[in-house]
């Protein structure tokens, strides 16, 4: 099941395999409108009968493709899943471990959404320079960077950081 370095760049370039997504334009400003678009989308699909509170998040990897997330609850809440991490799950399974940036939507007017501190800490794990657009249903948006919004954060090379 694993795959080689070739493989995976590959992947990370789109040449892999065809998948439901799709590839935006590279003008890198049409790009954050697309995703924040995406997010929105993605926000339609939310599965959330106890909060009543629909999340949608679109991440971005390096060649374009976009992966959209909802939220998904479950009837034993602690199961429940974030937008955020629904996006990132399918674009790791997907190859994609590298990423730009990912928006996430929701329904409130007059603010803009804030990931979760569990969101946050998965978002770290594939690295601490890169954007989240956190917007408003109107599209405007705060931009921050993952080192942001978890600072000085717990990531995969600290595992193997010198031991007593
Ligand atoms: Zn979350």
Redesign the pocket.
């Known amino acids: 099941m694993s795959q080689t370095g070739n493989d995976m760049e590959n992947l990370e370039r789109g040449k892999g395999r065809i998948n439901e997504t799709k590839a935006v334009a590279d003008v890198d400003g049409n790009i954050i409108g697309e995703l924040i678009n995406k997010s929105q989308e993605a926000k339609e699909f939310a599965y959330c009968p106890y909060s009543k509170f629909r999340v949608g998040a679109a991440v971005l990897a390096p060649n374009g493709m976009i992966f959209t997330g909802c939220n998904v609850e479950n009837a034993c809440y602690s199961l429940g899943i974030?937008a955020?991490?629904t996006a990132i799950s399918k674009a790791v399974s997907e190859g994609y471990r590298h990423f730009r940036a990912i928006a996430i939507a929701s329904d409130l007017s007059e603010q803009i959404i804030s990931?979760?501190g569990?969101?946050r800490q998965f978002m770290r794990e594939f690295g601490a320079h890169w954007d989240v657009y956190l917007t408003k249903p109107d599209g405007s948006f705060l931009k921050m960077s993952v080192e942001e919004l978890l600072p000085v954060s717990f990531g995969p090379a600290d595992l193997k950081g010198a031991k007593v």
């Open positions: 974030c955020e991490r990931p979760c569990g969101c």
